[in-house]
């Protein structure tokens, strides 16, 4: 079973550039997450989609970060323009997220590494 | 809200040590509880995971166990490898299927010969 890939591994721009991460999950996983990763510190989820449905974006800084699922299925996540402090690494995760109380498994891909200069 | 705090590293250790991360959070509810493993150059990868009070979560040699009286969940091992070398973080989700999960700053572990 392919596990969730994200394109680029790397990326490098100048600050008030824009940037755009690609993420595709496991195939049938219902629930996408973007995950942010400063260094020295753990993940920090960006946003959730359930399908092509937002269910959390509390922690998107909406002036800047915008994220889609336009399918249900793979997902685009944009910064315009960039700051200095958004160096980090992008963490994109899936899970089945079908019915009930029982946690399912968050499978992460090799995410992103961003740096801004 | 939910939050998670665990040992600052970097912990060194000699091969064949005792091992432990110490890990408690704060939540409301019945969390899920989780360690993560990320070594060098690769994505967060499950260690084991406890979704109720008084669970154990295995792996790999790995322990921890949900403690809903102290709230902690650190992770042990009885004898670490080289191999072992990585960055361990704790984290916990709320009650549901897709909950969002809630992480430390992670813990740097190096075993040396």
């Known amino acids: 079973e392919a596990g969730v890939a994200q394109s680029p591994r790397y990326k490098i721009i100048e600050k008030r550039q824009s940037v755009a991460f690609w993420c595709n999950p496991i195939?049938?996983?219902?629930?996408l997450y973007w995950y942010q990763q400063i260094l020295g510190q753990g993940p920090k989820l960006l946003i959730q989609?359930?399908?092509?449905?937002?269910?959390?974006d509390s922690q998107l800084p909406k002036d800047r970060f915008s994220a889609e699922r336009l399918k249900g299925v793979d997902s685009t996540l944009k910064i315009q323009p960039a700051k200095l402090e958004d160096s980090a690494v992008y963490l994109c995760a899936s899970t089945l997220g079908t019915g009930g109380i029982i946690y399912n498994e968050q499978f992460f891909g090799p995410g992103t590494r961003l740096t801004v200069l | 809200g939910n939050s998670v705090t665990q040992m600052e590293g970097p912990v060194t250790l000699s091969e064949e040590a005792f091992l432990t991360i110490n890990c408690t959070y704060t939540?409301?509810?019945?969390?899920?509880l989780f360690w993560y493993v990320q070594y060098p150059g690769e994505g967060l990868q499950l260690l084991l995971k406890?979704?109720?009070?008084?669970d154990k979560g295995s792996n790999k040699g790995f322990e921890a166990t949900y403690r809903k009286e102290t709230t902690s969940f650190h992770l042990e091992k009885g004898s670490v490898q080289v191999s072992d070398s990585a960055v361990y973080f704790c984290a916990l989700s709320g009650t549901g299927t897709a909950s969002k999960l809630t992480f430390g700053t992670g813990t740097r572990l190096q075993v040396t010969l």
């Open positions: 939540a409301t509810g019945y969390p899920s």
């Open positions: 989609f359930q399908n092509n449905g937002v269910v959390d």
């Open positions: 406890a979704t109720k009070a008084d």
């Open positions: 195939s049938g996983h219902a629930t």
